[in-house]
Each structure stands twice: as structure tokens, then as C-alpha cells.
């Protein structure tokens, strides 16, 4: 597994991480067992880098990933995300809360320290707050993290955000549906050392190419109840894209795929080839999955030819609907 280094977290860390969103809730009904043999399978295949947050399946997720860090130990580098368990206004980005936040994540994932904690894609005023850095600074000061850092769901919360020294990465959506971050984000985190963590990589599964106009979603699967944003932000389901105009993207994008890759594999490697990328952090419903989409990182990087395919697959059917949007 190929590794890289974030200069702002002073730590290298595996290419392709795991996303645990799944494994909490959102996404369907996921068994327990299940959930540690995905976790234990990514390991297995070179994945150091865990990704959840503490609003997943109330705490699930976290306990899950907790479990699973017990048994193999400090290799595995945690990162996780709060904020988002109280009204999302700006005045409840305040210390008390980060503290009642922090000590609830330390619980649930048996850390001390945590490794990496993110704000949860908060209200866009959080990001340009100074009082909300004093705080997160003084957790770092305290011991109860070791770095911090933000996810966000625009590319201007993510510069303002790096224009902060100490925010040590930047999780965003990026996806040959979304194009957006390689104008500005990704050149920015490169000078500024800043790592990125790319989300939602596969757009919600879209780009795994199994999915037909037909394929039903659970009741409780975001890709069911999200589709116009009712939730949450419409950006994380399917990257905001219409799920039909989506699946004609799948179609054209899948005579770009060389012989002998999945199209998940090749959406995952082109993210990859993207200077400025650190990781990037796929989910997995089985131990299948997890061990597949480790096979990116060893992929050769996408030809010239199929990056342009890319490109026009975009500006021809995407772009209208989403480059202005975040």
C-alpha cells in the first residue's frame, strides 16, 4: 500500500483509507460482525487511515472502530468528525460543546488522544471564526487531540479554512462527478501542506457502476431519503448529482475503464493521480469491497486519454449541475 505524508500532521498515512459512515447508519441495515470483518479486511490490505464521526449511527460507528483499534493496535490512525449533534448554528461552535464532543468520541473509540478530529461540515460562518480555533487550539494544547482539521462541503469553506496554520487537513467531496476542488483547493493544500481526505469518492456507489434505473434503495438508506436534500446537505447523496443523470455519466465513463479494472477501481486511482490528494476514503458494505477498492493504490495512473474522457463527460453532462453549487 502506498503511503503518503500530510507536513501539517507531520504522518504518513495509506492512500486508500476507509470511510465508516456504513458502518453506523445511513446506509442500511449493517451487521455488526460484518462491520469488523470490513474494518479488519482494509487493514489487512495496507489501510491505516479510518475515517468516522461521532453523529454515525449515534456513536456506532465510533465503537465499532474503537473495537476494532483495540485489536490492532496504534498503527491505525483514527480520524473523526463532531458538530453535528446539536442545531447546526454558529453559536454552538463553542468550547463546552467542543469539550462535551471530544470527551464522548475519546469514550466511544477508547483513545485518550484522539488522532485527527474534524468539524463536521458546520455552518459557513464557523470557518472564518476565530474563537472556534482558539478552542480547537487549546484541546491540541491539552492532550485530548493531537491535530485538527475540517470538512467542509464548498470550495471556499475549504480555503478559508486552510488559510488557518493550524488546520491540518481538508475533507472534501472530489470524483470524476466532481470537479470543482482541483481549480483551487487541491493547488492551495499542496503549497500550504495541508492534507486533503477526499469523501464520497464512488458518489454514494454511483461510480461502482452496479446500480440501474431500477435498483432500490432501503427506507433508511440516505440514497433513498436524501435525494433532494432532505436531511442533510443533497451534495452527499450521489455528490448532488440526479441519480438518472447520473447513471448515463456510469455509461460513458465505463469505456474509459481498462481491461482488467473495476470502474470503482479506475474512479478510485484517477483521484489518486490528483496532485494534492492524500487519501481517500471509500466505504465497504463487505470485506469484499474493502479489499478491492485497496487495489487502486497499485493501479498504474490513468492514461492522458481517459483523463480527458473524464474531463468531457463532466463539462458535457455534470458541470451545469453541480460546478456552482459547492
Known sequence: ??????????????????????????????????????LHSAADAGVTFFDTADVYGDGRSERLVGRFRAERGDTVFVATKMGRRLDQVPENYVAANFDAWIDRSRKNLGMDTLDLVQLHCPPTPVYSTDTVYDALDALVERGRIRAYGVS????????????????????IILNCLRLKPLERVLPTALEAGAGIIVRVPLASGLLSGRYTKDTAFAADDHRNFNRGGEAFDVGETFSGVPFEVGLQAVERLRSLVPAGQTLAQFALRWILDQQGVSVVIPGARNPEQARANTVAAGLPPVSAEAEAGVREVYDELIRPLVHDRW
Open 1 to 38: 500500500m502506498e503511503t503518503r505524508r500530510i507536513s501539517r500532521l507531520d504522518r504518513a498515512v495509506s492512500a486508500v483509507g476507509l470511510g465508516c459512515w456504513q458502518l453506523g447508519a445511513d446506509w442500511g441495515n449493517v451487521d455488526e460482525t460484518e462491520a469488523l470483518a470490513v
Open 152 to 171: 467542509v462541503e464548498t470550495c471556499d469553506e475549504a480555503l478559508t479554512a486552510m488559510a488557518r496554520p493550524n488546520v491540518a487537513s481538508v475533507q
